[in-house]
Structure formats: C-alpha cells, structure tokens
T-cell receptor, first 114, second 112 residues
C-alpha cells in the first residue's frame, strides 16, 4: 500500500514565478491538507481539501491556492513567488469518517526560491 | 492558535524510558491532545492522541494530567530510531476542525 506521495522532490524557482506541487493521498483517504515548513520550524497549516472543495484555510495569502481532483489527489499552487516562500511543503491525507485525527504525511517537496 | 509549550531539546540513553513533557495551560474542554514526531528528512508521523484518559498504543503511552493542563509522552524503551522532533498539538474538532497547529517541538537525541 503506497503511502502519501509528493512530486517533485526538489524544485528551484525564481522570484515572481509560479509553482505547482502535487500530492497523491494514501489509498482510501479522502482528505488532503497542505503545510509549509520553514527551516527549524514546525509545519504551518495552509489549507485542507475535501470533496474537491477547500474546507479550512490557515493564515496564508491568496497567492496560495489549491485544487483537489475526483481521485482525491491534490495540487498546491503558489503565484508570484517570494524568497520567503522557500520551505518544505508537506501534504497530509486523512479520512473524514475517522475524524481526520490521524494524518499521514508525505516526504515533502523542497522549494527554493532564488 | 491553541498553545503548547515543550522543551527545545532532550537527551536519553538507548533502551531507557523517555518522558517528553508538554504544557497546555489554556486547553479547552473539547481540545484533543495529539503527538506527532518527525524523523530527519521525513514528514511528521502520528504517534498518539487522547482527550482525558491515559492512552497506550504500540508506539508510546500518553499520560494526561487530571486538570488536563499538561501531558507527557512516554517512550518505554528509547531506540536510535526514536531520535526525532516530537510535537505536542492541541486540536478542537468543533472549533478549528482539522487544523493542526505545530509548535517548534522537542528535539530528542538518543545516545547509544
């Protein structure tokens, strides 16, 4: 059973560019959450998707947007990249029927903005 | 954001028990206490969670104070593989729903 997978593993972008990160949830999971983790910090919640809709959102600007597809996979899009967007982006999947209490995280995508 | 306070770092000898403390003095009656850990170069992984009673699973035990203002994650026999950053998180499903607010966690070093 494949766990949560993310692509790409690493990415280097230039300020002002746009980036799309992808996530495939653990088999059977229906909810996907995205987190940003700066170096030396804990993950910060960006938003969560369920039934192809954004359910909740953390304190992130509108430059951060997402999408969930019918197969439950998800994308995170960041527009107008800033140097401060450099971080590890984590995707987590869970099951709404189980209260989403146990989130399974992927290995993350390391984004570097130069 | 629900607040928790953890020591920045702790050390333990291999095969000895480890007690990782967490203070959450502003916890509300509907907050669940979750613990996750993050091994080097990996995403966080679920360890355990509880509401009021002490909890045990194959990975660890969670001891919750009677007033719920603190809790302790107990690893019964530390192994080298337990070296990680441990996060104590409060989550209120009725309020913040599914948001997990991670702090900076406790970095656990296991000494062979």
């Amino acid at each position: 059973d494949a766990g949560v997978t993310q692509s790409p593993t690493h990415l280097i972008k230039t300020r002002g560019q746009q980036v799309t990160l992808r996530c495939s949830p653990k088999s059977g999971h229906d909810t996907v959450s995205w987190y940003q983790q700066a170096l030396g910090q804990g993950p910060q919640f960006i938003f969560q998707y369920y039934e192809e809709e954004e359910r909740q959102r953390g304190n992130f600007p509108d430059r951060f947007s997402g999408h969930q597809f019918p197969n439950y996979s998800s994308e995170l899009n960041v527009n107008a990249l800033l140097l401060g967007d450099s971080a590890l982006y984590l995707c987590a999947s869970s099951l709404v029927d189980r209260g989403n209490y146990e989130q399974y995280f992927g290995p993350g995508t390391r984004l570097t903005v130069t | 954001d629900a607040k928790t306070t953890q020591p920045n770092s702790m050390e333990s000898n291999e095969e000895e028990p480890v007690h990782l403390p967490c203070n959450h003095s502003t916890i509300s009656g509907t907050d669940y206490i979750h613990w996750y850990r993050q091994l080097p170069s990996q995403g966080p992984e679920y360890v355990i969670h509880g509401l009021t009673s002490n909890v045990n699973n194959r990975m660890a035990s969670l001891a919750i104070a009677e007033d719920r203002k603190s809790s302790t994650l107990i690893l019964h026999r530390a192994t080298l593989r337990d070296a990680a950053v441990y996060y104590c998180i409060l989550r209120d499903p009725s309020n913040t729903g599914n948001q997990f607010y991670f702090g900076t966690g406790t970095s656990l070093t296991v000494i062979p």
